[in-house]
T-cell receptor, first 111, second 113 residues
Framework: TQLLEQSPQFLSIQEGENLTVYCNSS?????LQWYRQEPGEGPVLLVT?????EVKKLKRLTFQFGDARKDSSLHITAAQPGDTGLYLC???????????FGEGTQLTVNP | NAGVTQTPKFQVLKTGQSMTLQCAQD?????MSWYRQDPGMGLRLIHY???????DQGEVPNGYNVSRSTTEDFPLRLLSAAPSQTSVYFC????????????FGPGTRLTVL
């Protein structure tokens, strides 16, 4: 069982559509990060959220940390083919110090 | 700055062979980590280091050894390769632990026959 569960695991949409990816846990996290990984490359950090209820925006991407700090979401508005990639959430539990990754959401945006 | 570099990019081994995956970073980061990435399982931590001379086990350490003689280098050794070690391996570095940004290398795709 993954400490951080992401849904959906796969998502294929058309250019211009909106989408939301979820990252859920039964544990409390001191912070959550979102990374994007393109084929043949390592993940790259998009954002870190640290406060319950926090919302951060990065152009067409909106990230939210749940009030209880057990979950996070990533919303993409008007998706573009360049958004295609594997989206990974990662968090540090309040009871630990190491970063734990979710299994990822593979997003494909078709032109 | 080259960031985090890994060699080789691809490797095929036979069961029982040993090899070392190389990782280097030029950002003067104290923290370095090795992850493996398998389909549907995200990234799992193998070993990590909080500074030169200090290493510790992660979530899936069996079958792997590491050492950290310098700040820059953090090699991962497979002692006797097994098919279950077929995976993509990523090295990462960060300024500090916890929620510090992880900088990843491009990965090594390893196949064990």
């Amino acid at each position: 069982t993954q400490l951080l569960e992401q849904s959906p695991q796969f998502l294929s949409i058309q250019e211009g559509e909106n989408l939301t990816v979820y990252c859920n846990s039964s544990s409390v996290f001191s912070s959550l990060q979102w990374y994007r990984q393109e084929p043949g490359e390592g993940p790259v950090l998009l954002v870190t959220v640290v406060t319950g209820g926090e919302v951060k925006k990065l152009k067409r991407l909106t990230f939210q940390f749940g009030d209880a700090r057990k979950d996070s979401s990533l919303h993409i508005t008007a998706a573009q083919p360049g958004d295609t990639g594997l989206y990974l959430c990662a968090g540090v539990q309040t009871s630990g110090s190491r970063l734990t990754f979710g299994e990822g959401t593979q997003l494909t945006v078709n032109p | 700055n080259a960031g985090v570099t890994q060699t080789p990019k691809f490797q095929v081994l036979k069961t029982g062979q040993s090899m070392t995956l190389q990782c280097a970073q030029d950002m003067n980061h104290e923290y370095m980590s090795w992850y493996r990435q398998d389909p549907g399982m995200g990234l799992r931590l193998i070993h990590y280091s909080v500074g030169a001379g200090i290493t510790d086990q992660g979530e899936v350490p069996n079958g792997y050894n590491v050492s950290r003689s310098t700040t820059e280098d953090f090699p991962l050794r497979l002692l006797s390769a097994a098919p279950s070690q077929t995976s993509v391996y990523f090295c990462a570095s960060s300024f500090a632990g916890g929620n510090s940004e992880q900088f990843f290398g491009p990965g090594t795709r390893l196949t064990v026959l």
